[in-house]
């Protein structure tokens, strides 16, 4: 059973940032694609960005692009997801993702998940 661990998270002023980490206890870490998602209270989960195993492929949904970037390090079976100019709209849990897919993009395309992290930005 693969067990995915994320920290990072926290209390943030608008404009700041954060970096998040996700440990996994996966053996084959490389050969996994890697995924962030988010969810707002009452809302379903929502794709953040992936990252192939390699790390050579990243994926970002539109509302993160140049504000947010993915990476992973393989030697430590560890994804992070740095967050930069965080806005009050970006307050939600993360989660960390597993995937054997090669595009994973959609929650239906992740097989293991991390518990989530908080994160909350302040106007």
């Known amino acids: 059973q693969v067990q995915l661990v994320e920290s990072g998270g926290g209390l943030v002023q608008a404009g700041g940032s954060l970096r998040l980490s996700c440990a996994a206890s996966?053996?084959?870490?490389?050969?996994?694609?890697m995924g962030w998602f988010r969810q707002f209270p009452g809302k379903e989960r929502e794709f953040v960005a992936a990252?192939?195993?390699?790390?050579?492929?990243?994926y970002y949904a539109d509302s993160v692009k140049g504000r947010f970037a993915i990476s992973r390090d393989n030697a430590k079976n560890t994804v992070y997801l740095q967050m930069n100019s965080l806005k009050p709209e970006d307050t939600a849990v993360y989660y960390c993702?597993?995937?054997?897919?090669?595009?994973?993009?959609?929650?239906?395309?992740?097989?293991?998940w991390g518990r989530g992290t908080q994160v909350t930005v302040s106007s």
């Open positions: 996966e053996r084959y870490f490389s050969s996994y694609s």
């Open positions: 993702a597993q995937s054997f897919r090669a595009v994973p993009t959609t929650i239906n395309q992740y097989d293991y």
């Open positions: 990252v192939s195993g390699s790390g050579g492929s990243t």
